[in-house]
């Protein structure tokens, strides 16, 4: 336990969120009175490939009106807008970083989803929720702070409902070695456990989910860095202040993308997108 305060410091660095994405909202010209979940992707979805990733994950589960998600590392929120936007569920948002889900709130709110979203501040590890309560687990580049992953599925797996299915959108080891740090998820190498592929799947297997779909998204990741890049790096447009995910990183965010695309491009990292099934 003693690692969880530095997770969370590491993430909550910038402090309260909320006003400084809609001022940074209101600079690029939207009307916060008319603010849609979709005004707040470019901001809320912390993870390679955007809302692309979570659009994908969400036609791979397929999930229904009115079912209930957990989203384990929901950040500050925006794949939970975005299923309850798109699909009509209802989900809750699980997150370490107490400002995260402060934020995660304070958006939903802003956008009229405070009735389908709820965010709830505790460590993955050990979910204060019942036993199979949820249609679907989800989960986007947040297992690599945590360690001891054979618990972290245990404790999926235990919430889920009978029949329910488990979407996972996740950064893992390479072939090539550690990666070079600072990255976004880690500021060294302490609070970042990276487990290959193989590993990931053999230990979400024990934990009794069978496995309905797997694909390395790798080469995916690449292009799509090699877009995104460059935009998130360049720095604030004239008389603006740092946009995109800069905003919740800080300063340091230019340093720990440039390592994160170096690790990609040199495969010390490997993405992957897969799906897992509790037995009915
Ligand atoms: C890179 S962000 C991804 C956020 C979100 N899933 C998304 O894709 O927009 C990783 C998140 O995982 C959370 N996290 C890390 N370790 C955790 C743990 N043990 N339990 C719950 N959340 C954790 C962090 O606080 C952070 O918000």
């Known amino acids: ?31 916060l009175d008319r603010l849609t979940a979709e005004d707040l992707s470019p901001y809320d979805q912390f993870h390679s490939r955007g809302h692309q990733a979570t659009a994908e994950l969400a036609q791979l589960l397929n999930p229904q009106t009115g079912q209930l998600v957990l989203d384990l590392g929901c950040g500050i929120g925006g794949p939970a807008r975005w299923l309850a936007t798109h699909r009509g569920c209802r989900v809750v948002g699980l997150d370490l970083t ?39 687990v989800w989960t986007q580049h947040a297992a690599m702070n945590i ?39 880690a500021s060294s190498a302490e609070w970042s456990h990276l487990t290959a592929p193989e590993g990931v799947r053999e230990t979400v297997l024990a934990s009794g989910l069978k496995q309905r779909h797997w694909r390395d998204l ?5 292009v799509w860095s090699e877009k995104a890049v460059a ?22 965010f230019a340093e ?25």
């Not at 956008?111 to 501040?121: H, N, P, Y």
């Not at 790798?218 to 690449?222: L, S």
């Not at 720990?256 to 009915?280: C, H, P, T, W, Y």
Request: with cysteine; proline share 7%.
């Open 1 to 31: 336990m003693s690692q969880l305060p530095s997770v969370a410091q590491h993430y909550a660095r910038e402090g309260a969120l909320t006003g400084r994405i809609l001022s940074t909202l209101t600079a690029e010209g939207k009307d």
């Open 98 to 136: 107490e400002v995260y889900c402060r934020t995660a709130g304070e958006l939903s709110a802003r956008v009229g989803l405070s009735r389908q979203t709820a965010f709830v501040c505790a460590d993955g590890l050990a979910l204060p929720l019942a036993e199979a309560g949820f249609d679907l």
């Open 147 to 185: 360690a001891d992953k054979a618990r972290l599925y245990r404790e999926v797996a235990r919430v889920l409902k009978p029949g329910g299915r488990f979407g996972l959108y996740d950064v893992m080891a390479g072939p090539a070695g550690a990666p070079y740090f600072p990255v976004p998820w």
């Open 218 to 222: 790798t080469a995916e990741a690449k």
């Open 231 to 252: 935009a998130q790096t360049a720095g604030p447009k004239p008389g603006r202040g740092p946009s995109g995910p800069a905003i919740i990183l800080g300063p340091s």
């Open 256 to 280: 720990m993308v440039a390592n994160l695309r170096r690790s990609l491009f040199e495969d010390r990292i490997a993405v992957v997108q897969a799906v897992f099934e509790k037995a009915g």
